[in-house]
T-cell receptor
Framework: NAGVTQTPKFQVLKTGQSMTLQCAQD?????MYWYRQDPGMGLRLIYY???????DKGEVPNGYNVSRLNKREFSLRLESAAPSQTSVYFC???????????FGPGTRLTVL | QKEVEQNSGPLSVPEGAIASLNCTYS??????FFWYRQYSGKSPELIMS????GDKEDGRFTAQLNKASQYVSLLIRDSQPSDSATYLC?????????????FGKGTKLSVIP
């Protein structure tokens, strides 16, 4: 039982490049989330998926898109990376929307 | 904008002492509260959840909730150097269809051997 897994662990991009962050959970949870964590800003919600087939914007969605591929997988895409997107990205999942959330190990992204 | 406030610290306590971490929140209707621990360079991990007024104990950890005063606290008894981490308070937003946990910025705890 791996919990929540994320790939890649580290990534360096140039401004304007695109990439997709992958997340998968094996806990049969219904809800999944993408957060970013910046020094002094705390955890901020980018997008969430309350259940398979649905996605919604969180607090800071600009510059991102998401796909809930199936119940297990929830990906985050940066279409044209900007230096302001340099951050640590965490995926999380919960059995019920906005209840106890379990986090993946994170992706450390640097945009030059 | 709903707010969750925590003292950023660092909070330094000697080994074996009680560490007290506090959190206040602005959403009077909130019903669900969570404490997470985050080691440097790692992801947040759940310590405890609390939903009712009063105390909830789990090993060396006790969460305390006072909805009337809009605060939630975490006590760590017999603090160990391994407890040194940043502690995040999270509050579920109230209201129909609420989907979001609002996180505080965290309190950094340092347990001195």
């Amino acid at each position: 039982n791996a919990g929540v897994t994320q790939t890649p662990k580290f990534q360096v991009l140039k401004t304007g490049q695109s990439m997709t962050l992958q997340c998968a959970q094996d806990m049969n949870h219904n809800s999944m989330y993408w957060y970013r964590q910046d020094p002094g800003m705390g955890l901020r919600l980018i997008y969430y998926s309350a259940s398979e087939g649905t996605t919604d914007k969180g607090e800071v969605p600009n510059g991102y898109n998401v796909s809930r591929l199936n119940k297990r997988e929830f990906s985050l895409r940066l279409e044209s990376a900007a230096p302001s997107q340099t951050s640590v990205y965490f995926c999380a999942s919960s059995e019920v929307i906005a209840d106890t959330q379990y986090f993946g190990p994170g992706t450390r992204l640097t945009v030059l | 904008q709903k707010e969750v406030e925590q003292n950023s610290g660092p909070l330094s306590v000697p080994e074996g002492a009680i560490a007290s971490l506090n959190c206040t929140y602005s959403d009077r209707g909130s019903q669900s509260f969570f404490w997470y621990r985050q080691y440097s360079g790692k992801s947040p991990e759940l310590i405890m959840s609390i939903y009712s007024n009063g105390d909830k104990e789990d090993g060396r950890f006790t969460a305390q909730l006072n909805k009337a005063s809009q605060y939630v606290s975490l006590l760590i008894r017999d603090s160990q150097p391994s407890d040194s981490a940043t502690y995040l308070c999270a509050v579920k937003d109230s209201g129909a269809g609420s989907y979001q946990l609002t996180f505080g910025k965290g309190t950094k705890l340092s347990v001195i051997p």
